[in-house]
């Protein structure tokens, strides 16, 4: 049963709903009267992620957040696999000095990003929606649900224009660390929290790991990259849209990194004083 309804709470989600649904009622606008038939990819990783949440709560759990972490391992485990796959297909092809030109990160699509970015893009709707619908968040501003709508915004926008998604496909390095993130929440969903474990101390291993070198270093370089390639880009929306989604996004690793920090501690003293 979703928890009940705080104060506050309903003027948040009738937000987060309306740009929703202004969102979706955009995507089905430039799929069905435009012809964009390539976005018709979006709708196909929303059906994908919510018949993956269908199927785990008819054969695994009904709990919406047990679920709801299910599949967003999953997706962070299908798009770390995908963007390495990208990557070293490009690398391959074009090799490292020329992947990172200004050029081919915003102008160009490397082969299978538009599609993967697509698919995530799909994602974040289906997780958008099913967080609002059982409630899974906290907070009058959630962040979670903040984050969301960035990326929506700035992933639909970059679509629709064609333009900087290699870029975009680099800020989705950061999946790597967030299979890490659904691995411990479903760890101790499931009841294992021992910090003695062998596999517990693994977990945290990576789960700092790729925190600091796919999450924080991974957005600064790209910040950073931004900045001084300022410019080449030409007038438009794109320098100041993408700059102020990377500093949104740094702001939301900063906050998330205090969060795994106070986790970090508080299962340790936990441990502490169970010894």
Known sequence: MPPPRRAGAGDTSAFFAATLV????????????????E??????????FQAANTA??????RDPLFV????????SSLTSASVIFV????????????????????GSSW???????????????????DMLRYRLYSGWIPGILMHHLILLI???????????????????????????????KLRRMAGFRDFN???????????WTTFVTARVICHILITYRLITDAHKFDKGIELPLALSGMAGMNVLNVSLGLDLFKAFARERNQQTHQD
């Open 154 to 184: 700035c992933f639909t926008l970059a679509l629709y224009r064609n333009v900087t998604i290699n870029y975009l496909i680099l800020t989705l390095l950061c999946e790597m660390h967030s299979i890490f993130l659904h691995v411990r």
């Open 111 to 129: 082969i299978g990003a538009y599609s993967a970015l697509c698919f995530s893009c799909g994602y974040f709707a289906y997780d958008q929606l």
């Open 22 to 37: 202004l969102w979706a009622v955009s995507v089905g606008f430039e799929i069905g009267a435009r012809g964009r038939r």
């Open 197 to 207: 474990r062998k596999l517990v101390k693994l977990e945290w291993v990576l789960n």
């Open 56 to 61: 785990i709560r008819a054969a695994v759990s």
């Open 87 to 106: 990557l070293l297909c490009q690398w391959r092809t074009k090799g490292l000095e020329n992947m990172f030109q200004h050029e081919e990160l915003v």
């Open 39 to 48: 976005l018709a990819a979006v709708a196909a990783g929303f059906a994908f």
């Open 68 to 75: 709801n972490t299910a599949v967003s391992l999953l997706h």
